[in-house]
């Protein structure tokens, strides 16, 4: 929910709507979860390192998390960065 609110404001304030970041958008993710499908079909536990078995889900939301944290880290930076420098600063004549 916070990573919509950014991209909502991000499009008001700045004008420029982005539905991916980086390589990911939503037709790589669409692919990820029919891969992630088709494992569960077969087994729904991975093994992984220090963990033990998992089940597949359970990992990708994991990992989903981190990721949607890191994309709103990078995209408030960069968002509020344009904004700054858009912003006349008092005393500069513009």
Do not use: W
């Not at 919509?4 to 993710?29: D, Q």
């Not at 891969?35 to 089940?55: D, Q, Y």
């Amino acid at each position: 929910m916070l990573l919509a609110a950014e991209v909502f404001l991000a499009t008001h304030t700045l004008g420029v709507f982005r539905m991916s970041f980086g390589i990911f958008g939503p037709t790589e993710l669409r692919i990820v979860l029919a891969a992630g499908a088709i494992k569960v079909a077969s087994s729904p536990m991975v093994h992984v390192g220090g963990l033990g078995e998992v089940l597949v889900f359970d990992l990708g939301g994991a990992i989903a998390v981190a990721g949607m944290a890191l994309v709103f880290v990078v995209s408030a930076a960069r968002n509020t960065r344009a904004l700054y420098r858009a912003e006349p600063r008092p005393g500069s004549g513009r």
